[in-house]
């Protein structure tokens, strides 16, 4: 106890001014002691990052870890296909590295799927019942929402392509694709980018070369009336059309006729034919 009350006796008083903070090196048993008994502050700017290996700067900027939205947990995927074995699949593939929110079976419930649960991607097929993929894209793009959609189908049509990145695809994908693709294309959405198949790409850019304005089809549809065509392109009767949409049977009368008249057709058979030749509605 002796020894210790003489060591603390000799403690010099705290230092006073900024210059004195931090004492020239002297190995005394005074100096060490006030070193230990007054420790030195550190300014947290000063401190410096701990440094990462490459691989862990790789990882830090495919997940955005550090900065964004993304940075607090995985990214969210909702899934959108009409084929109940793709969907469990698609799910098992994905999940070890994302968060998949949902599952749904047809363009409607997407949409209501979208706005419960807030997915950051959405990877949707063309081809759904009740909406198609693009309609559905359409509609997301006039909410708040504006999740990234992928496309993924067996469609390799460069025109239903360039149709899908008008309404505002990061990416668009086959069904053949390899699996690296699909989550390769999740990640570049993300991150602002865009991903299409390597397939598809180059007859992407020959169609685009070709009509750089990637203007297509004789007659722009109203979204209503695409609505209504696609519904009675899948053989759905004028009243189980009007119950869908939630409007009365003569509304939907009136944009079947409509359309016909303006495309100058005389039976629903024709109307239907017209559709599926332009591709107004995806085969």
Known sequence: MRG??????????????????????????????????????????????????????EKVARDGLGSGSHSMG??????????????????????????????????????????TLKPDVIILDIAMPLLNGLEAARQLQETSLHPKLIFLTMNP?????????????????????AASELTKAIRDAVHGLKYVTPTVKRELEEVFIED????????????????????????RPMKEVADILNVAPRTVAYHKYKMMADLRLKTTAELILYALKNKILPG
């Open 4 to 57: 210790s009350q003489d060591i603390t006796s000799t403690v010099p008083p705290f230092p006073t001014t900024p210059h004195d903070a931090v004492p020239p090196y002297e190995p005394s048993s005074q100096k060490l002691a006030a070193l230990l008994y007054y420790p030195v502050h550190i300014p947290a700017e000063r401190i410096p990052e701990p440094r990462r290996s490459q691989a862990q700067a």
């Open 74 to 115: 995985r990214t969210k995927v909702l899934l959108a296909d009409d084929h109940t074995l793709l969907l469990e699949a698609f799910k098992r593939l994905l999940e070890p590295e994302f968060e998949v929110v949902g599952a749904v079976a047809d363009g409607r419930a997407l949409l209501a799927a979208a706005r």
């Open 157 to 177: 049509d460069p025109d239903m392509a360039a149709e899908a990145l008008r309404v505002g695809a990061s990416g668009y994908l086959l069904k053949t694709s």
């Open 212 to 235: 750089p304005r990637g203007q297509k089809g004789p007659r722009v549809l109203s979204p209503r009336q695409r609505e209504v065509l696609q519904l009675l392109v899948e053989g």
